[in-house]
């Protein structure tokens, strides 16, 4: 951290700085060029640990050893932590709206940690019991803020997704999916209406060239950086998303039969 500026001259600026409203801050360019390295490196990440754990009729007994165990892993990699303890429904919005506004041009990256109950559809279960939406109050109002621009939003998610118990015994194993979308969530999806659309259109050339001899999780990854390089060349932004459970590679050469 020897690189870092700035030093004790400028801790009353730094203070200053903060101190601004949430818009004058994530305009500053002030504060752009006070939190920027000598040697041009980004800081490590900012973690943010939602932890749900007392509920109005139950608690998440174990949930502190997770913070714990979170905490000592993030500050062995020198990020700084915050913990938000038993957020109610307002408090999560509360504290992404001024995540929304806040400065991150220092950093490289932000990180989320969300520790509580939750269910199918991206759910989350504030300590009030309300619901609240991973992607429509986490992620997506993190896509406003232009200091973030460009750099991983990681989150982090300890939570149920449903009912179902996974066991050896059940039909429903939970290790044998693939999801492939033409597009990630919350973002549209282009077909051109002559020549048909770039990702159907794009996995089946890459099927007919690779198809007999590469795993499809391979070819679906192939497809993905395809895909985007071509939305970009005519001025489109599409990026494919994939969500795998596979525990092995299923590769359509070998069911097929030669000759």
């Not at 818009?23 to 002030?30: H, P």
Request: proline share 4%.
């Amino acid at each position: 951290m020897e690189n870092w500026r700035p030093l004790e001259a400028d801790h009353q600026k730094i203070i200053t700085l903060y101190e601004q409203s949430d818009e004058e801050q994530a305009q500053s360019s002030d504060a752009r060029g006070y939190f920027e390295s000598s040697d041009g490196k980004l800081m490590p990440p900012a973690v943010y640990i939602f932890n749900h754990e007392n509920f109005p009729t139950e608690t998440r007994k174990g949930s502190s050893k997770d913070v714990e165990a979170l905490r000592k892993t993030f500050e062995k990699l020198k990020c700084p932590i915050e913990v938000v303890q038993n957020p109610t429904f307002f408090m999560v919005k509360d504290t992404v709206t001024k995540l929304t506004r806040k400065c991150f041009y220092h950093l490289s990256a932000l990180v989320i940690v969300i520790l509580s109950h939750g269910n199918r559809k991206e759910k989350i279960l504030a300590c009030d019991d309300k619901e609240y939406d991973l992607d429509d109050d986490i992620l997506f109002p993190l896509y406003e803020n232009e200091t973030l621009a460009d750099k991983p939003k990681i989150l982090i998610v300890q939570a149920c997704k449903g009912n179902w118990k996974a066991d050896g015994n059940t039909k429903r194993n939970p290790s044998s999916y693939i999801k492939c979308y033409s597009t990630t969530e919350g973002f549209q999806s282009y077909r051109n209406e002559t020549k048909g659309s770039i990702f159907i259109q794009t996995l089946c050339n890459a099927m007919d060239q690779d198809g007999p001899t590469k795993d499809f999780l391979s070819i679906i990854e192939d497809v993905n950086v395809k895909v985007e390089v071509q939305s970009k060349s005519i001025g489109w932004k599409q990026k494919p998303s994939v969500n795998s459970n596979l525990t092995e590679r299923f590769c359509f050469g070998d069911f097929v039969q030669n000759g």
